[in-house]
């Protein structure tokens, strides 16, 4: 299984820069079992996060990165866990919303692997009406939702 692009450590901190270009809201995509989302406001935030996601058995960075000029709407989604499969949890919560970029990183003892990616407006178009809670998808800017997408990915390939 490929798990996205492969980076140097080094370029890390280069990509995770990037990310913060024009002031975003940058959520977890999906919290820790009873806990609240986590909300990054800087490169230093998102490093440590990096550095404590290193100890956890999944190795996996989530976040969902939302830039004031995509517009949109976003929200943030409880999920009722079952205790008993999940060591007592009772709650997590996820960030959700049409445009949102999402950023995936991986920390594998093999190195770190990157995916950067979101929806496109064809297909948020078509899957309306079964997530009507995340109201309509012209409420977003696909050209800036593209537009910083792509941004991402081109320094996400300056970083392998």
């Known amino acids: 299984m490929e798990l996205g692009n492969p980076i140097n450590e080094e370029n890390l901190e280069e990509l995770i820069d990037a990310l913060f270009v024009e002031h975003p809201v940058i959520y977890e995509a999906y919290s820790q079992p009873d806990h609240e989302l986590r909300k990054f406001d800087s490169k230093l935030e998102v490093l440590s996060y990096i550095e404590e996601v290193k100890g956890r058995k999944d190795n996996l960075v989530y976040l969902s990165i939302h830039y ?49 990616g979101s929806n496109s407006e064809k297909r948020a178009q078509k899957w309306e009406a079964t997530y009507p809670e995340l109201k309509s998808p012209d409420l977003w800017n696909w050209k800036e939702v593209s537009r910083q997408c792509r941004r991402l990915k081109r320094i996400l390939k300056q970083c392998a």
């Open 68 to 116: 004031p000029g995509t517009n949109g709407y976003v929200r943030k989604k409880k999920i009722d866990l079952k205790p008993e499969k999940c060591n007592g949890a009772t709650t997590r919560f996820s960030t959700e919303g049409w445009g949102l970029i999402q950023f995936q990183l991986w920390l594998k003892d093999t190195g770190l692997f990157c995916d950067i």
